[in-house]
């Protein structure tokens, strides 16, 4: 069973920066591909970013491409998500995710193939 526990989240004004962090626990980190989603009040959980096993491959979804980044360090057992220029959109609580499958193009915004969940991080912007 894997663990995840994130962390950097807070309440920042618009067009501010957030890095968020996720530790990973209980498997080798290097097997576990990862991913971000996030939920506001009253939607569905969505896809927010995607990083295979070896960080070679990076997958993000369209309405957050070109403000975040995510990245992994695998010596440290931890995933990030880089945000810039937050709007008040972006509201939300923000969960890391970790999945044993090989992600692809065709399935990895797939909530279903995440397996392990964290906690979530609050992020709330002000306009």
């Known amino acids: 069973q894997v663990q995840l526990v994130e962390s950097g989240g807070g309440l920042v004004q618009a067009g501010d920066s957030l890095r968020l962090s996720c530790a990973a626990s209980?498997?080798?980190?290097?097997?576990?591909?990862m991913g971000w989603f996030r939920q506001a009040p009253g939607k569905e959980r969505e896809f927010v970013a995607a990083?295979?096993?070896?960080?070679?491959?990076?997958y993000y979804a369209d309405s957050m491409k070109g403000r975040v980044t995510i990245s992994r360090d695998n010596a440290k057992n931890t995933v990030y998500l880089q945000m810039n220029s937050l709007k008040p959109e972006d509201t939300a609580v923000y969960y890391c995710?970790?999945?044993?499958?090989?992600?692809?193009?065709?399935?990895?915004?797939?909530?279903?193939?995440?397996?392990?969940w964290g906690q979530g991080t609050q992020v709330t912007v002000s306009s």
């Open positions: 990083i295979t096993r070896s960080g070679g491959a990076t």
């Open positions: 995710a970790a999945t044993m499958v090989l992600l692809s193009s065709s399935n990895y915004r797939k909530r279903e193939i995440y397996g392990n």
């Open positions: 209980g498997r080798t980190f290097s097997s576990l591909a």
